[in-house]
Structures are given as C-alpha cells and as structure tokens.
C-alpha cells in the first residue's frame, strides 16, 4: 500500500515536522522543486512532482532523472491532470517521460483519468485504453488513477466507481493502483478497502500533517 502526498504548488510543511509525525509509517512526499533537498535531507521518501525525459539540454524550466538522483530524490509523478490540463501534456510525452525516469532508475507514478464530460458520455474506458495504452508495465511503475472530476473539488469517487475503474485499468496493465482525488482522513479507509485500490495519491490533504499521518496511518 503506498500513500503519496502531492503538495503541488504550495509550499507544503515543515518536513522534519513531517517525518517526526509519520514515525515508522511508509509514505511518499512530492513536494514542489524547490523543497526536495529539505525533504531528502528530513529522511522523507521523496519524489518530484514531473521529470524530463533528457539527462540535459535546451529544455527549458525541465528536470532530469540524473539532476533528481543527485539530490536523493528516488522517484517522480508523471502525467498529473493538471499538467495535461494547463501544461499541454500529451500521452506520448508522458509515456517518454515515463520510460525515460523508470529507465534511469527512478520510481514512477503515471497518472491517468477521465474528465466530467467524458465520464458523462460514457467515454471513461476508452479514455483510461488510450492513456494506460502507452505505458508498459515495469516494476518500478504504478498507475494512479484520478478520475479529473475528483480533484480538488471535495466530489470522491464512490468506492464502487475506484474499484470498477481500478479493475479495470489492472485489465489492461498488471500494476498496482492508486486512488486519487479527494481523499481525506474520513474517506480513506473504506476507498484503500477496496481489493482493487493499491494505496492513495493524496493532494490538498497531504499538505496537513495531521491529515496526511491520518491517511498514511489507514493504508499501513
Ligand atoms: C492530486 O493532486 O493528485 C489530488 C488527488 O488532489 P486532491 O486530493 O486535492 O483532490
């Protein structure tokens, strides 16, 4: 069971405040750039919140695996909604960023999900085929699935609609899956006891530590 915070673009808690509250609880932080030396140095299981698929070059406002690796950063998000929403993310550039990361040695968690319109016109399988379609399972890789419509915006999948979803994208790829979306200390135990839902990728209440010792503590 992995639980991973995504801090975003805030600037999250102090992560030696943090690392002392999770005690022997395993977790995953993905704090924005500029914290992930801090959380390395905290002793916090830290991934960065994207990464390129080039060790260098004229990439401008990119990182790559081996500038990851040099700061004990062990693994990245890659393929968040919302970098495919405001950043122009495509499948083919998750997919690189994916194989270049896994390929380089880093620990992966390829996001995928539908939209509240394609949900609403039935089109979330198709969606879920296209986006899982270009990744290849590894074992470093996991797949979380975060329905668009779920985040940041209080609305949780019900445990039926994570289990269907996970059921399925585990049809299509034989990987562990997280659950994303909303979730919160009061709503963690029953989605985490889905048999499908492999653990949690946890947004706004990651940057609480209360919350997030919280969720860690249901999926342990
Ligand atoms: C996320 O950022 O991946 C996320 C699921 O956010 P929230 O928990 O705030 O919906």
């Avoid at 975003?8 to 395993?26: H, I, Q, V």
């Avoid at 992930?36 to 002793?43: H, Q």
């Amino acid at each position: 069971m992995i639980v991973a915070g995504n801090w975003k673009m805030f600037d999250g808690p102090d992560a030696r405040a943090l690392r002392a509250a999770l005690g022997d609880l395993p977790h995953v932080v993905a704090p924005p750039y500029t914290r992930l030396r801090e959380c390395v140095d905290a002793g916090l299981t830290t991934y960065a919140q994207n990464v390129h698929w080039e060790s260098e070059g004229a990439f401008t406002g990119e990182i790559s695996p081996p500038m990851l690796q040099a700061l004990g950063v062990t693994g990245a998000i890659v393929g968040h909604s919302e970098r495919r929403q405001f950043f122009g993310e495509t499948d083919e550039g998750v997919a690189k960023r994916t194989r270049a990361a896994l390929a380089a040695g880093l620990n992966v968690i390829a996001c995928v999900g539908e939209t509240e319109a394609q949900r609403e016109a039935g089109e979330t399988e198709e969606v879920l085929r296209r986006q899982v379609g270009v990744l290849e399972a590894h074992p470093n890789l996991v797949i979380a699935y975060e329905p668009v419509w779920a985040i940041g915006t209080g609305k949780t999948a019900t445990p039926e609609i994570a289990q269907d979803a996970h059921a399925f994208i585990k049809s299509l790829l034989d990987l562990p899956v997280l659950y994303g979306g909303s979730v919160k200390p009061d709503n963690a135990a029953v989605l985490l006891s889905q048999p499908a839902v492999d653990g949690a990728l946890v947004g706004g209440a990651s940057l609480d530590i209360d919350s997030f010792v919280a969720i860690c503590r249901a999926g342990s």
